[in-house]
């Protein structure tokens, strides 16, 4: 059993795929969304979620890299709706995507 279970929401899956179709934030930034929606249980996934040992391949990173982006959302989650941030990648590396515009 997964001890950090990923599991996004439908609004948190829409903000990772115009994150990932508009492509103007960081390299890094745009890889660790690719993660969380690889690793999605949550009832609006698109399939099964993926272990990280077969997420890393496909991604071209690390398993470690899977682990942590997985760990530090999980984390970062209760801060993220005490804040109440919007973005769900957030709290994973730097200031908070919230106020900032993708297209």
């Not at 969304?33 to 399939?47: M, Y």
């Not at 109440?84 to 990648?89: H, M, S, T, V």
């Amino acid at each position: 059993m997964k001890k950090y279970v990923v599991e996004l929401t439908e609004d948190e899956r829409e903000y990772l795929y115009k994150l990932i179709s508009v492509g103007s934030a960081s390299a890094r930034m745009l890889n660790r969304a690719r993660i969380l929606l690889k690793a999605d249980t949550g009832k609006h996934s698109e399939g099964g979620s993926l272990i990280d040992r077969k997420i890393a391949p496909m991604l071209e990173t690390s398993t470690a890299t899977v682990q942590r982006v997985r760990e530090r959302f999980c984390r970062g989650r209760d801060s993220m709706r005490r804040s109440n941030a919007r973005c769900p990648i957030g709290s994973t590396r730097g200031p908070s995507m919230a106020g900032r515009r993708l297209a």
